[in-house]
């Protein structure tokens, strides 16, 4: 048994004093007192009140005797259970002390992490999905029971206001490359938006929305996209009535699991590759690189490095450039293999 651990303190402690209390109220008993006095005796030897005996001991001194013990006893079994509750309050408070200051620590060496305001519902599948991604991320919540499942799934977390700038400092948000704020207030969300605006203005935001008039307050607030979940989850209701089999689709290559599909158990997906300037690719068409004949994947969009525009299913002459973001579909290997080949940027900074 571990002694020094102050519940296991705790718990030896209030036996050894349960012990002395009931030997004593029973020595006191044998010795011809009443059930009352013998346990208002104990109560105000072992608390040290001593207001007076409640019956006189001059003609008894081995029960002068007994109670001395009664009192070194009970004051060291007092002692040792008091000892251990204020061990396990101040171990506690040690505890999440050296453990916020380890996470800050961590939080200093992060370069190009996510921050996620808010382990809610959307907060914790939005972690999750990064994480999957090999995507470093920082959690802030002012909410003590999100703060703790945040920290039980190891998550970097804050415990804070993220609406503050100290919070959002504290959570290296001057290295970080994209905030994502997933609050359930709209107000919050807008005002998230500004201050980490404010404070790096190149960082990549995105905000979530309830209403459909909030996305343009959050645009101008300085977000980069508004995710209106509403409104997607609606479109997304309609489209499995209206494009079921689309939808489908869809959710076999995001990983969705409403059709009881599992990311995990799926061999196909959709990433972005960047072509960085000394890859072999740049100067060569869609054909010459055999994509599909030599790694199994289909190019579904280009999006050149001059141009916000999609290029979808392009032409097979088309020339790719420095910088141009490939969107291929296929399996995770064959997706790895082709941008080992050609060097290409996986992890983009939009």
């Known amino acids: 048994m571990n002694f020094s651990s102050p519940i296991k303190r705790l718990q030896t402690g209030a036996i050894f004093l349960f012990c002395v209390f009931i030997t004593a109220v029973l020595g006191y008993r044998l010795s011809g007192w009443g059930w009352i006095d013998s346990i208002y005796m104990v109560v105000i030897t072992v608390s040290t009140v001593g207001f007076a005996e409640t019956r006189e001991m001059d003609s008894s001194p081995a029960l002068r005797l007994f109670t001395i013990f009664v009192i070194l006893f009970g004051m060291t079994a007092s ?4 000892g251990g509750f204020i061990q396990l ?3 506690g408070e040690i505890n999440r002390a050296l453990n916020q200051r380890r996470t ?17 519902r959307m907060g914790e599948v ?12 920082v959690v802030i919540d002012r909410d003590k029971e999100m703060f703790d499942e945040a920290t039980s799934q190891d998550y970097l977390a804050i415990t804070g206001d993220a609406t ?16 994502v704020t997933v609050l359930p207030s709209d107000a919050e969300n807008v005002f998230i938006t500004l ?4 404070l790096n203005p190149d960082i990549q935001i995105l905000a979530r929305g309830e209403l459909a008039s909030t996305e343009k307050k959050l645009l101008q607030a300085g977000a980069n996209r508004v995710v209106l979940s509403t409104v997607i989850g609606a479109m997304r209701i309609a489209s499995m009535i209206t494009r079921p089999s689309i939808v489908e689709l869809i959710e076999q290559v995001t990983g969705g699991n409403s059709l009881n599909v599992q990311i995990d158990h799926i061999d196909i997906m959709i990433d972005e590759l960047q072509i960085p300037k000394d890859s072999s690719l740049v100067g060569k068409s869609v054909v010459e690189c055999h994509i599909r004949n030599r790694h199994g994947l289909i190019v579904v969009a280009i999006k050149r490095h001059d141009n916000s525009r999609l290029l979808f299913n ?11 973001i490939i969107i291929v579909m296929g399996s995770r290997e064959n997706i790895q293999r082709f941008a080992n ?10």
């Open 79 to 82: 002692a040792y259970t008091f």
């Open 89 to 91: 309050l101040t171990e």
């Open 104 to 120: 800050n620590q961590a939080i200093k060496q992060l370069k190009r992490h996510i921050i996620v305001c808010g382990f809610g």
């Open 126 to 137: 939005v972690c999750h999905e990064l994480r999957q991604s090999n995507r470093s991320v």
């Open 164 to 179: 503050e700038e100290e919070t959002l400092l504290e959570a290296g948000i001057l290295d970080a490359n994209c905030l």
């Open 195 to 198: 201050t980490a605006r404010n």
């Open 314 to 324: 392009p032409d097979h002459k088309l020339i790719f450039q420095v910088l141009d």
């Open 341 to 350: 080949e050609y060097e290409m940027i996986q992890d983009i900074l939009h």
